[in-house]
């Protein structure tokens, strides 16, 4: 990591007015929550997305995906907000301190965000917290599900789902007008442990642009949007966000 990258960094992020962070399972990773496209650790090279996260999956065997989305709620209970996440909730402490405007945008499902302290968080893929029955669609907490077998079904009867976006689903309009209307007036994008290939969100970063706002990826790799942004930080998300947010508000 370059000292002059994470000062000019610093610099952007403490003149912005209005910030909007896009974050992916990359921030997660460094508690211990697997990413999708990792070629060997990455939930996508074990499992077939096709056979797990569709409604059709779903709808075909039903007891297969439960069993993996309780799964992954496990794992991800187990997990603790790393320093990422808590650098991005202190960045958001100190911007709207002084008076400027904070969007986060993910794309995880695991609440880890908010754990650290960040609010409004708005989650492009839904959350793995709280489930929904299919018949009624009333949400319930993942804490008060008895997982005892395979599906579950809730007291109306319905089957339980998780309340995630799955692939050939709409993402919530709530969800995607509160990103619209925040990349639409930000001055700095920030894109965070994302592999930039999923849409709608992988379009933010071009939209936050075609505006005129200034953008930064943090990410350990490359990704297809590495060489169109003002400024590339390449390292971990953990390491990187605490020195940037140390030096734009504490130095
Ligand atoms: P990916 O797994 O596609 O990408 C994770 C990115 O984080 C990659 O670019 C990694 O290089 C990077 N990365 C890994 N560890 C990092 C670290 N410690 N610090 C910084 N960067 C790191 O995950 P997403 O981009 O979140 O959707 O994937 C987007 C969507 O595709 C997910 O929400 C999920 C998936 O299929 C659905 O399931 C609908």
């Known amino acids: ?31 211990g929550v697997p990413t999708f496209r990792d070629p060997e650790e990455g ?10 996260a569709t ?6 065997d039903p007891e297969l995906v439960t069993r ?10 187990h997990c603790r907000p790393n320093p990422a996440h808590t650098a991005l909730a202190l960045m958001q402490q100190r911007i709207e301190t002084h008076g400027g405007a904070f969007a986060l945008l993910t794309q995880n499902i695991d609440g880890l965000h ?13 959350t793995i917290l709280t489930w929904r029955c299919t018949k009624t669609g009333r949400h319930t907490p993942m804490a008060d599900i008895d997982f005892t077998s ?11 789902r998780p309340n995630v976006v799955w692939f ?10 509160a990103a619209e ?5 930000c001055d700095l994008f920030l894109s965070v442990g994302t592999s930039a290939v999923v849409y709608p969100a992988a379009g933010y970063i071009e939209q936050a642009r075609s505006i005129g706002a200034s953008t930064i990826e943090v990410n350990r790799d490359p990704t297809p949007v590495t060489a169109a942004v003002d400024l590339s930080l390449q390292g971990l998300a953990g390491e990187i966000l605490p020195q940037m947010v140390q030096r734009a508000f504490e130095s």
């Open 150 to 160: 395979y599906p579950v079904r809730s007291e109306a009867g319905g089957l339980l």
């Open 114 to 126: 908010q754990r650290a302290g960040s609010t409004g968080v708005v989650e492009l893929h839904g």
């Open 43 to 52: 939930l996508w090279a074990k499992y077939d997305p096709m056979e797990l």
């Open 181 to 185: 209307r925040a990349v639409g007036s």
């Open 68 to 77: 993996w989305y309780h799964w992954r709620f496990e794992r991800c209970s």
């Open 55 to 60: 409604i059709g999956a779903f709808e075909r």
């Open 1 to 31: 990591m370059h000292d002059s990258g994470l000062l000019r960094a610093a610099d952007m992020l403490r003149s912005a007015r209005s910030v909007v962070v896009l974050t992916g399972a990359g921030v997660s990773a460094e508690s």
């Open 168 to 177: 050939g689903e709409m993402l919530a309009p709530e969800a995607v007008d």
